[in-house]
């Protein structure tokens, strides 16, 4: 009895139906390494106007957050003393210079000496000299966009009085975007100017914006072991805003690889394998090198040639040389006979006309 009990166990072992797995040729796709950072968005360009001098504000032209055009007055200091210290200068210079011109008449006729006419040359001089730094104090109480922007929120009103050094305005240029983020110098051999790089902001997530590399900073900070990175991301709708910080990501090394399901390999330890299926429908255990994973797939470095037949399925029931049934195959058991013995699917009915 105990022997005819051991044999029916593996006639009951022999008769196992094999697993049924799904399994998916080894292909080719695209793939990279990614260098990740975090960023910190900058204008294009940005100054803030400030008083040159302690004096009142007689006039503002720019509204909060209004765009101005480069040389466009944004705001007038009082310089009434000055317009009238130009006006005496302008004066004394005419007079020099009429004076200079009647010196000269005269010693052409010989009725002048070369000392007076050489003193007149150099008050007229004088006066025009003088002209010209009271122009430039006028100028000064003038205060003009040096380049085309949006000015920020004004916090000052026409009758106050300015300090120097008083801010007044903060133009930004924000039609493009230059992003600084470290990258560690391990990873400085990956990079170059010109370079395409994806950044995306937490208030449009799932929104990529695309720029290029620029400039790499040349001195790596020592403290950090990370070189300065700037990127240029166009910003023609001005929806990034310089102090925004932005993730980065950096594609390096494309290549076309072998792919594979990720769900394919199975690791032991360090090491990795596959189930690669041959014609007889026989899985065998093959170790892979694996590389970066994309879009649900991981890449092969080692171990698979084009159009290996891979487990994707079902890995968990397969073992090395085990017999497997392919999902979709002539025999499959989905839509297939019922197993042989007439034994119902788990969980089923039994067949119609058989005794309960």
């Known amino acids: 009895m105990l022997l005819s009990a051991c044999g029916g166990g593996e006639e009951k072992g022999r008769g196992r139906p094999p697993p049924l797995v799904k399994a998916e040729a080894a292909s080719t796709m695209r793939f990279s390494d990614r260098i990740e950072a975090v960023g910190t968005a900058l204008a294009n360009e940005q100054v803030t106007l400030s008083a040159p001098v302690t004096e009142r504000i007689v006039r503002l032209n720019f509204d909060d957050g209004a765009f101005v055009r480069r040389g466009q007055v944004i705001a007038v200091l009082q310089q009434e003393q000055q317009t009238a210290q130009l006006n005496e200068v302008q004066a004394r210079a005419r007079e020099a210079e009429q004076q200079l011109s009647r010196i000269s008449e005269l010693k052409e006729r010989g009725f002048a000496t070369q000392a007076s006419y050489d003193a007149q040359v150099a008050q007229a001089q004088s006066a025009r000299a003088q002209a010209r730094a009271v122009r430039a104090q006028i100028g000064d109480r003038v205060i003009t966009a040096p380049f085309s922007g949006w000015v920020s929120l004004r916090n000052i009103s026409v009758g106050a009085i300015a300090s120097q050094g008083t801010e007044i305005a903060t133009i930004s240029d924000v039609s493009t975007i230059k992003l600084d983020f470290p990258v560690p110098e391990t990873m400085l051999s990956a990079l170059r100017p010109g370079q395409t790089i994806e950044a995306v902001a937490a208030a449009f997530p799932g929104e990529p914006f695309r720029g290029t590399i620029a400039t790499i900073d040349p001195v790596i900070d020592p403290n950090t072991r990370a070189v300065t990175v700037r990127a240029r991301l166009p910003n023609p709708d001005r929806r990034l805003r310089p102090g925004m910080m932005l993730t980065v990501a950096i594609e390096t090394a494309p290549r076309m690889a072998l792919s594979v399901p990720e769900l ?92 309960p």
């Open 264 to 355: 394919a390999v199975v690791g032991e330890g360090d090491g990795r394998f596959v189930y690669v299926v041959d014609e007889e429908s026989r899985a065998a255990r093959r170790p892979v090198r694996t590389g970066v994973r994309s879009a649900g797939r991981i890449e092969i470095v080692e171990g698979l040639r084009p159009g290996d037949r891979v487990v994707t399925e079902g890995v968990v029931k397969v073992s090395d040389g085990m017999q497997v049934t392919l999902a979709g195959a002539p025999g499959g058991r989905p839509g297939g006979p019922p197993p042989a013995g007439g034994q119902p699917p788990a969980g089923g009915q039994p067949p119609a006309g058989a005794r």
